[in-house]
């Protein structure tokens, strides 16, 4: 009797046991990626959607995107960097800092990538070079930095504020550029593309207007889901359901060729109704990065 008493008191403590220990992490996908939010602001909904109030507040997000492919790693953008204070007391104008801005503190896309165990990333592509999506270019001294071809007038020659492509994150002469060439390849009602892998499962395509050699990315995960990454073509998703890119004053300081920004964000709009699957993920919206999750965790 004293040994099923025993027992079964043993079983009760294994099964008590059992429920506190964590959960082991879930396995990496195949084709997959995370979102690595490095910053927010939080700013008036008005800003970023179309009717919306200009009392009540959301938040913008800075994010890098990790991408993986089987047993490669790439970031699509960098977000705000280790080095971002100095940078923006360096390059962003006075006028400019109350309505371009982050909150404090800033978590790196490499102090989170440390911090998780993954491996170096040697890999970096840029939806475009202004200081937000830029900023943590020096945090990766050993990556290749890819960016579209018509981009690199930009890093030649930097600008200030918003809307500028910071030399104190892109001049250093130790830069590992490589420019992107588009291919005559159709994808996806884009007349151009670039096939990263060559499976249909990374694919860039031409974006500009917001900047001259903005890119976007579309990546087909596990599930068999398609995400499509589109810089700053659009702030949120709710703006391009509306048809509207950017509050009027934000577009004018930071597109750089407003009629060509247009014919882009109508180009995803139109994806958007040929793809009703499709998933667009603009790189500052919360909302929608909210729903996928962030770091360490993986969409797949």
Known sequence: ??????????????????RELPEAPKARPEIGFAVIKTGKIAV????????????????TNFSAFLIKHHDQYLLFDTGLGSAIDTQYEQEMTLWQRPFFSYEKPVISARDQLKKAHYPDIQEIILSHSHWDHAGGIADFPDAQIHIARQEMAAIRQPTSGAGGTWASQLASTTIRWNSIDFQATPYKGYASSLDLYKDGSVVLVPMPGHTAGSIGMFVTVDSGRCYFFIGDVAWTVDALEAGAAKFWAASIIVDQHADQ???????????MRDYPDLIVVPAHDSQVQNRLGYFPEWVR
């Open 261 to 271: 920004t247009r014919e882009s964000l109508e180009k995803v709009r139109k994806t």
């Open 1 to 18: 009797m004293r040994q099923w008493i025993f027992s079964i008191f043993l079983g009760i403590s294994v099964l008590a046991n059992a």
């Open 44 to 59: 008036p909904e008005g800003l970023l959607k179309p009717g919306g109030s200009f009392i009540k507040k959301i938040d």
